[in-house]
């Protein structure tokens, strides 16, 4: 038989590529050596040393690396006893307080001076002697005859140096209406020192017999004088005024007030026993029976038209009581 060549010493096998990057004391320990994973088996990574986490930098444009870290929290400086801290915030703040105080010291002084200034037209005004009223410069005008004019004069008089802005106009004219004569009165100041005080006289309608003298009355009524002898143009009423039933004097005096004024300068005379007998004189003894003071406007027309007729103007009476039949005679 023919003879085998002597072996060659076998060669140790080469480890497989994963298992090259183990460590020596693994693949030569003392215990089994675990089988190799599979190359299609899931791998798991490696376990790592919790490391600390050093900040990414990243280099500037120049060659100096910068460091980013996490945004950092303004932190209060406190500044130690003696030492020098800027002043620019306190030295704003005290001028805002000095402007403020300044903005309070001058508002106070405004509205000092305003009311300073107030209280000095107040005090010229109402109390100090320029505006007062001066008895020379008081003028009374529209008396007429019969108002009693001194006696409205002295009430004027009484506001002699009383400033006109607190002058009380109101009771003055009071007591000026209570002057016999007077129907109504208008107080207007002239400034500075002046009053003019307009009267409006009561006009009299009626010249009415008492105790011998006449009593002359206007249209509401009210005695205006007392003479001796009845004014020309003023009719006298044959009315007695004592009497208690003051109807027919009222019915009289309504019906004068009420002619117009063409009629009423021709009247000399009138009488009434009662409110519905109303008479009138007119001049040449001419006759009115007037009858009440109802519808005077209607009889005044009436009585003009036949006074104007060829037929009835020669009438010595004309009876317009019913002034839809008048009468004449």
């Known amino acids: ?60 444009t120049g060659s100096v690396p910068v460091r980013r870290g996490p945004a950092s929290v303004p932190v209060p400086v406190v500044a130690a006893r003696g030492s020098v801290v800027s002043t620019g915030m306190v ?7 000095a402007m403020r105080r300044h903005r309070r010291w001058r508002r106070l002084a405004w509205t000092l001076a305003v009311l300073a200034a107030v209280g000095a037209l107040v005090w010229l005004a109402f109390f100090s002697p320029v505006l007062a009223t001066r008895a020379e410069d008081v003028r009374v005008v529209g008396a007429g005859s019969l108002v009693d004019t001194a006696e409205v004069e002295h009430i004027a008089a009484g506001a002699d140096g009383v400033p006109l802005p607190r002058l009380d106009t109101v009771s003055l004219r009071t007591r000026m209406l209570d002057v016999r004569g007077v129907k109504d009165v208008s107080i207007v100041r002239d400034w500075p020192h002046g009053l003019t005080v307009r009267v409006t006289p009561r006009e009299p309608v009626a010249a009415v017999p008492d105790q011998g003298r006449f009593a002359l009355l206007d249209a509401d009524g009210v005695r205006v004088a007392t003479v001796g002898s009845a004014p020309k143009g003023v009719p006298v009423v044959t009315v007695p005024l004592d009497a208690a039933d003051h109807h027919a004097l009222d019915a009289v ?18 009488q009434a026993s009662t409110q519905d007998t109303v008479e009138l004189t007119l001049r040449k003894g001419v006759r009115v029976v007037w009858g009440s003071s109802q519808d005077s406007a209607l009889k005044v027309r009436v009585l003009e038209a036949l006074r104007s007729a060829k037929q009835t103007k020669h009438a010595s009476v004309f009876d317009v009581s019913a002034p839809t039949l008048p009468v004449t005679r």
Request: aromatic share 0%; no cysteine.
């Open 1 to 60: 038989m023919p003879s085998r060549p002597p072996s060659r010493p076998s060669r140790p096998r080469p480890a497989p590529l994963r298992d090259r990057d183990r460590p020596a004391s693994a693949s030569a320990g003392a215990g089994p050596v675990e089988p190799a994973a599979r190359d299609d088996a899931p791998r798991s990574a490696p376990p790592t040393a919790p490391t600390s986490q050093v900040p990414r930098t990243e280099p500037r």
């Open 91 to 97: 030295d704003r703040l005290a001028e805002r307080a």
């Open 253 to 270: 005096l309504a019906v004068l007030g009420g002619l117009p004024d063409a009629l009423g300068t021709q009247v000399t005379a009138a």
